[in-house]
């Protein structure tokens, strides 16, 4: 089952809808793993608006490729991480115009990077459609060395860059697309409860 | 500069701070528009503001007193002179044929501090203006804000004709490459669709004029794809005359008579009951009351409240909106 109820949380904690279709010039999908199935679906509602669709892709390792591949969007691209589509991403917002839809499905943190770039590109976040769909793993930033960990699944956690051990909070920052680590034996240093994992 | 500190003789309001002025210029542009520049009394700077902002002047008209917001449109950056322009409504309430025919060099009047319903989205990677007619006020502002840091700005001004077209020679001086000006009287006209697709990514649409150009521009881009969030409208709405209508103040214990020529807003002011309000029309939400009991049918005439409010008779914006009916009693 790829899809999760968060519970409710404070007003920094993003909040993800269903996507849905939109009238549009052109659609820019952007997925990754589970999140394949949020376009599957959609594509079922709207399927006429693959001829003016790009869809990027990055299985990490499930197997949904063919089945959007065989939606026959007008654009069709897979990579083997959010990395290495962000050159490809960068260059599709950059030559971009109005009436663009973009929709973003699958991992908070693939969501959260691909909404930055295309609020860096002048897009309004609030106009850009999210549907989250597979693992609840959060990419998260040490606010005391600022270094970034991806897929942090357990709370607390040991920072991969300073060793800190954090505190996995919902304080969420647009701007880096990360949610916020904080120290959580600052006072008593060592005093670390065992840690859970995420949801759990 | 700082913006000097309110001043401390100024009027108490239930509004904006208010400056005390006095006319320094009135320069007629055509038939309809004249510009009005004020300078302040106490020999202070203006505030600066953002373009976009409106004042609310005041205007003593015999017992009546009378306050209509206009769009600033001098230099946001300049602290000496605030400017407005002004189109004579011969078919409006008087606040405009007050200004054009009683209002003299020299006389004095009150302004309210700069409040900006419609301010530029510094965001955008491009700012796309439509105005019509008066509503080129705002973006006078907008330019010149935009100007100072090089922005990139396109304006697609429509106007009746060449004759009335208010500071059309000015803007197409100091601007040819961006002003793209459409008269109505040799049948030019903004082609809409061709005009919105194209446009880069990160671009927002500001369109004032009349309620039907604003209509067209919001529908054309929506069906165009483009996210409210980068249309903005500033729509000038005055309030209209009407039927005079009864209400009761609950909180106050008074009652009143709303007349053909006021607004529910200026009747309550009339009597001392002063409700807190920013823009006069419509737009703020500022001014937005309670409705405790109502036998009758209102007349939403506000951009403020949601159609469900509306239709649920239970809020009101009194600034604009008018009543008809036998009781109506409002939590003031």
Redesign the interface.
């Given at each position: 089952m790829s899809v999760f109820k968060f519970p409710e949380s404070i007003v920094s904690r993003p909040v993800y809808g269903i996507l849905e279709p939109r009238p549009g010039r052109s659609h820019l999908m952007i997925a990754d793993c589970e999140g394949a199935e949020a376009i599957l679906d959609l594509a079922v509602q709207a399927s006429d608006l693959m001829a003016n669709t790009h869809i990027i892709f990055i299985p990490n390792g499930t197997l949904f490729g063919p089945k959007l591949q065989e939606l026959n969007p007008a654009q069709y691209y897979e990579g083997p991480s959010f990395a290495a589509a962000l050159s490809r991403i960068q260059r599709v917002l950059s030559d971009a115009v109005m009436g663009l839809q973009i929709y973003l499905a699958g991992t908070e943190g693939m969501m959260g990077q691909a909404q930055n770039e295309a609020m860096q590109a002048g897009f309004d976040y609030t106009a850009i459609q999210t549907e989250h769909r597979g693992s609840v793993a959060r990419r998260m930033q040490c606010v005391h060395c600022k270094g970034i960990t991806e897929n942090v699944i357990i709370d607390p956690f040991e920072c991969s860059h300073c060793g800190l051990n954090l505190f996995v909070r919902d304080h969420y920052s647009r701007r880096i697309a990360a949610f916020q680590g904080v120290c959580i034996d600052a006072e008593d240093p060592g005093n670390v409860p065992t840690s859970v994992e995420l949801y759990s | 500069m700082n913006a000097p500190a309110p001043n401390s003789t100024a009027p108490k309001s239930m509004g904006a701070e208010k400056i005390e002025v006095v006319v320094s210029a009135i320069i007629p542009l055509n038939d309809l528009v004249t510009r009005f520049e004020f300078k302040r009394i106490d020999g202070c700077q203006f505030p600066t503001f953002s373009g976009g902002a409106h004042t609310v002047v005041e205007m003593q008209d015999g017992d009546l007193t009378r306050m209509n917001p206009y769009s600033l449109m001098s230099d946001p950056a300049e602290t000496q002179t605030y400017a407005i322009s002004v189109r004579r409504d011969d078919q409006g309430r008087g606040g405009s044929l007050f200004l054009h025919q009683k209002v003299q060099l020299g006389a004095t009047m009150t302004l309210s501090f700069p409040v900006n319903l419609f301010s530029l989205?510094l965001?955008?990677?491009k700012h796309l203006f439509i105005a019509g007619g008066i509503g080129i006020t705002p973006f006078m502002a907008q330019i010149k804000q935009l100007d100072a840091v090089h922005g990139n700005w396109e304006l697609h001004y429509s106007c009746r004709s060449p004759d009335l077209g208010t500071y059309v020679d000015e803007l197409c001086a100091k601007h040819a490459h961006s002003v793209n000006i459409y008269y109505d009287d040799k049948n030019q006209s903004i082609n809409l669709e061709n005009l919105?697709?194209?446009?880069?990514?990160?671009?927002h649409i500001y369109v004032c004029g009349p309620k039907g150009m604003i209509d067209w521009v919001r529908r054309t881009a929506?069906?165009?794809?483009?996210?409210?969030?980068?249309v903005h409208h500033e729509e000038f709405l005055a309030p209209q005359p009407g039927k005079p209508f009864a209400v009761r103040l609950a909180k106050s214990g008074l009652s009143l008579e709303v007349g053909e020529n006021e607004s529910l807003l200026e009747a309550m002011e009339r009597l001392g009951v002063e409700p807190p309000y920013l823009c006069r029309g419509g737009a703020c939400g500022q001014c937005e009351t309670d409705v405790l009991e109502s036998d009758g049918t209102f007349i939403h005439r506000d951009h403020w409240l949601e159609d469900d409010e509306k239709s649920s008779g239970i809020k009101i914006m009194p600034c604009v909106s008018r009543f008809d009916g036998k009781v109506l009693v409002l939590d003031r």
């Open positions: - | 989205d965001r955008a990677r919105l697709d194209g446009q880069p990514i990160g671009t929506t069906l165009a794809g483009w996210p409210d969030a980068h």
